[in-house]
């Protein structure tokens, strides 16, 4: 019988959201799935409530959208509180630009296609499409994803825009002893990988680490023993800022993907 790729293989995840369906894949490829999420998130309400009720009130030149759930979360809150169908007219009225596929693809759901889209899923490559337009004295309104976007506001303020941000949700800090038992695990090689699915995972996990005085030991597991895994580029580049020079991440940012590609590796060892 041929032995699985991920088989007595401890893999964190560091996700807090499709823990789930990462677990059944990582279990079907012979691994052992540890849930050690790195963020926490928390959803806003009055507040959302009343930015909401402004935005269908006044007049919007465009829109600008981050993340798919983020516009999941803006059109359930919005037609909970009797402004779905407003809010909707709101954005079908306007321009409206797209960070990433995902939240393109979430957006056609409800009819809306956008003006403008950058498929590769940075701010950095939203701002250079964003160039071409004359934003002065136009009312932007930008979801945000649970973290700032300091270059984006930096640019559309700039340009002359009347600038907005709309927090359907923020990233709260994850719990410390979680953190902590994560720490230890890579630093015994208790785990084998460790799977990243968004930027702030790796922000949160490394400001423990950092603050903690474990920086070098765990660059040295992750230089060895231990695989960095991420979703896709931009966690990819996250984990470099930090010093991981080794990290594997798919062709394609999918959660499955990643765990395929995590078994190939394995696989080829």
Not at 92 to 112: D, E, F, P, S
Request: proline share 4%.
């Amino acid at each position: 019988m041929v032995e699985k790729a991920l088989a007595n293989k401890n893999i964190a995840l560091c996700a807090s959201r499709k823990i789930e369906e990462m677990s059944a894949l990582i279990v079907k490829q012979g691994g052992i799935p540890i849930s050690r999420p790195a963020q926490g998130t928390m959803f806003f309400n009055e507040e959302l409530k009343q930015q909401l009720y402004q935005i269908v009130n006044e007049p919007v030149d465009w829109f600008i959208f981050t993340t798919g759930i983020g516009v999941e979360t803006l059109m359930k809150k919005a037609d909970e509180w009797g402004m779905g169908e407003k809010f909707l007219q709101a954005i079908r009225q306007a321009h409206v630009a797209v960070r990433g596929y995902k939240t393109t693809n979430v957006l056609r759901t409800y009819g809306i296609s956008p003006h403008i889209m950058e498929d590769d899923g940075t701010t950095k490559g939203l701002v250079h499409v964003l160039e071409e337009v004359d934003w002065t004295g136009k009312h932007v309104v930008v979801q945000l994803y649970g973290d700032s976007a300091p270059s984006l506001q930096q640019f559309l303020t700039k340009r002359g825009a009347l600038y907005q941000e709309i927090w359907p949700y923020l990233h709260t800090p994850p719990a410390p002893h979680v953190m902590k038992q994560l720490v230890d695990e890579i630093i015994s090689r208790s785990v084998q990988a460790v799977c990243f699915t968004s930027a702030i995972q790796v922000r949160f996990f490394f400001s423990f680490v950092n603050e903690g005085g474990y920086a070098q030991e765990i660059k040295r597991a992750f230089d060895g023993d231990v695989v960095a895994v991420a979703v896709g580029k931009v966690t990819k580049e996250a984990l470099h800022e930090e010093g991981i020079a080794h990290v594997i991440a798919p062709a394609h940012e999918r959660m499955g993907a990643m765990i395929v590609e995590l078994a190939r590796y394995f696989d080829k060892k």
